[in-house]
């Protein structure tokens, strides 16, 4: 059981208050997902040819107060990268002009115990082990501003808890899932991915569904047409949401056994597992609130 979060803003002068609006929507998923939480936000692109990574260092002993900037002149003095850091306790975002796959692979032969979470020009994740509460205090949540995010809590049922594990799951560049459920054939799924050269960081069956997606979606298919796709592939029981720099997609499997509410104003999308995620929010009396069907695809724009 795991609690699932996603919120859309509309009116660009809510955007200032997204992660205030957020945080309370993960903590009312405690209790489904008590055992680590993570956030992916997405922001206005970044200019011209600059990209950023998010890097953990929570597995380093004082990674807490790990040195970014001494990262940061090292990857410029050896690739010339422009880079800078904007750090936040163990986790920064490392903004540079190179070709990612070069730069992260730099980064892991700095720090072999450096995670990168993500990679693109709108995205940002954060992600630990800890409450709800305790992780959006640690890494102030409440003070993130954008257009939308994903957010997720979870008790871990299939693979360990370790901040590597936590959703959102990330593949190629700004793309995120969030997964409240099951899948039965993860590992039929790596075995069908793995001669398109896709390579798992972890053995967690949501990371199996975002590559799967991930590769519809480098192949050239819409979102909509890769969770089409993902119905006929992706076994077991689960609600999905997914983000993009300029989209939230929700969907849920055909017996739409996880949970799910929706509710749509004027001003935003928010999205949930439970309605008490929701209740604080402006307007929310005003709202259209409903459940998602099984197998219907909502997309959102930002």
Request: hydrophobic share 40%.
């Amino acid at each position: 059981m795991c609690g699932i979060v996603g919120l859309l803003v509309k009116t660009p002068a809510l955007r200032e208050q997204l992660g205030q609006l957020m945080v309370p929507m993960m903590i009312g998923m405690t209790e489904r997902g008590p055992d680590s939480a993570g956030l992916a936000v997405f922001t206005p692109p970044l200019a011209g040819a600059r990209k950023k990574i998010s890097v953990f260092a929570g597995d380093i002993d004082g990674g807490e107060h790990y040195d970014w900037q001494a990262l940061v002149d090292a990857l410029n003095h050896d690739r010339a990268a422009s880079a800078t850091a904007t750090g936040r306790g163990r986790h920064a975002s490392v903004a540079f002009e190179a070709d990612p796959e070069i730069i992260g692979n730099w980064i892991k032969g700095y720090q072999p115990l450096l995670k990168l979470f993500c990679v693109g020009k709108s995205i940002d994740v954060y992600k630990d082990i800890g409450t709800p509460a305790q992780v959006a205090s640690r890494y102030g949540f409440a003070h993130f501003k954008g257009s939308h995010l994903v957010g997720h809590t979870r008790m871990a049922t299939e693979s360990a808890v370790t901040p590597d594990r936590a959703h959102p799951f990330t593949a190629g560049e700004d793309f995120c899932l969030v997964h409240n459920g099951s899948l039965s054939n993860p590992n039929g799924i790596r075995r069908m991915l793995a001669p398109h050269g896709i390579a798992f960081d972890t053995d967690n069956d949501t990371e199996a569904a975002t590559r799967f997606l991930q590769w519809r979606l480098r192949e050239g298919d819409t979102l909509e047409d890769a969770l089409r796709k993902g119905l006929a592939v992706l076994d077991g029981f689960y609600t999905f949401l997914m983000g993009t720099p300029t989209e939230l997609a929700l969907i849920r499997d055909p017996f739409a056994c996880k949970p799910a509410v929706v509710a749509e104003t004027d001003d935003y999308v928010a999205i949930a597992s439970e309605f008490r995620s929701l209740a604080h929010l402006p307007g929310i009396g005003q709202a259209h609130v409903f459940e998602p069907a099984p197998e219907e695809m909502y997309v959102w724009k930002a």
